[in-house]
DNA sequence: ATGAATGCTGTAAACGTTTACTGCCGGGTG
DNA sequence: CACCCGGCAGTAAACGTTTACAGCATTCAT
């Protein structure tokens, strides 16, 4: 009664083992009169099997963990929304760890594959892949996709799948575009470099500029952390140290919220006065003003493509581990809307 | 090598029984040579307890799910946002059940609990808690804290919390405050009837109205869904069917946000012409242009307290369910931004 | 009528822990 | 010296499943 009833309450209900009952529930072949009465009994008894005793015996949870830095960014809600359904889908609960951008509970989260409460994991660690992280995914014999760069060379126990976007490329997007509109003095306000983003958007700066034959200022970048007020105080003292700037790439899309903020306040215009672009496209985008011309890196795609191939690691079993890579692409808003000129904003 | 160290390889090693294993890696009193050898031999193995066998014979998974219906909803990435870290420092890892609205997943993942992979669940359901969904919380037999309406008579047996807002005194803070900056004929944007929320600020909305001697207009209400282009249409409709209308209360942000795109393409001025008001005072709220003014339903309060009586049922057993009832609040911003007049917008 | 083959079913072990209970050993007491 | 008691450690059961294996009837062929 305050218990549930187990396979063995239903044996003796019916009147057979529970090896019985267990075979019937599992559709395995049996008479059919004994198919009846166990159903019968399970049936009155509001039977449930408990999946912490299927999970002992079967050695799988049909659970996957989604492991990342913030559960309020928009980038990994959006990859949520992907990896969720997906699962779903394929019998599989879905676990949240916000680490917060924690290193030692991302590990944490990284070593507790061995406590097997997952099947599988999916992770976008921050500050990049150190040997600690490698060392736990190699320890924990259970498949492991990571979002975001990966070392360049994995050992060979490591079971892990790699999804990964070219920021590079996508800064390049920007560029290209903001010297299109004809923007020469183009300002950089990135994340801090010791994070994966951050480092890499910071070279794809620079390499950006040179390709378009541009001079790369120290004077025209600025480093914060990748928030909007952060993003605010970046431009602040951008603006004041360099006020001939005519447009601001941003590492995300929360930075250039705050730049916006910053520009509006000072009664510069954008895109007249100065052209903003920001990176991850997220919702976010679409309802400031004006809309914020942005790089997508896929989140959404991303989120898929982890989803996709972790599912796959469990249903086909072991394989080379493989990496996708997800192409940028610049989605062109308010924020630069001026066809090589300098007149007002529009949405 | 291949299927990792049980207590029972330590046991070997250290040459006691398994018994003691677990004494010593529970901290259970030992004698100080025995702690020594235990400990060498799990440190050298690099032993790591199995978290469903220990949840099978502790009768506890250490894991509580959070259902809602659409985790790309700021209102829910907000309530995520605090139960996540409170479960984390109380030792529970978090399951995420997204329903997409879905009833029958919603009606899943209730009875689910008796699959006991959960100790505890939080839901936030959709259109309301039905017949069926008391049953299966009485069924489960384990806490369930429910953030939202709850039916008027729970049965003895129905282990369940309760956390709500008064959205209906959140609607009359803003007519109260549409009406005090002069405003008279208030449209009224709102979700769906057959969903609580919509049901209850349209209750609200009628009644907030005659609080203040306005007459009630159906030409002045329209019914759409909690999206941003169902609220676009909506506000197309209404401006269309009233060009007279001075306000717009929107059942929540994204409406409010599609009913600013309809108000700026049609080039009436926010506040100026019309003043808009949102509810939930999501993170959108102030990122729009003009920013833009929200009932503030507390979610972030909200997911706290649902995750406090959670615990605080998991840790200090049975007790009367509880009702926690958070107070609406509003936040001024841009989009109401005249006091007493008709002049230009502000931020 | 006997043997093998066939088709179900039941017994028991296993998954990896925790813990009640029993038993052993040593020391203190009468 | 006998007894008791305290402190530890080991045996075994239990949590609720799944499944290998053995065994029992029944059927069929010879």
Redesign the interface.
Known sequence: M?D?PTITTIAQRAGVSIASVSRVLNGLPTREDTVRRVMRAADEL?Y??????R??RNRR?D?IAFAMAD??NPVY??M??EI??ALKEAGY??????T?GDADDELGVL?GL????VDGLIISPLRGVTEEHVEAIV?A?APVVVIGALPEHMPEGALVDNVRTDSRAGVRLALDHLYAIGRRRIGFLNGPLDTVPGAARAAAYREALGALGLPYDEDLVEVGDFYRDSGARAARALLAREPEVDALMCANDLIA?GALDVL?EQGRDVPGDVAVVGMDDTD?AS????TLTSVSLGSAERGRAAAGLLLDRLQNGPREPRVVVVRPSLTVRGSTAVPGGRAGGA?
């Open positions: 305050t549930g509001g449930v099997p408990n999946s912490v005793a999970s002992l949870t659970q559960i309020g809600v959006a949520v929304r969720q359904p609960r879905l676990l949240i760890h916000s917060d070593r061995r406590e097997r409460y320890a014999r919220l509006r976010l309802v400031t003003w004006p949405g």
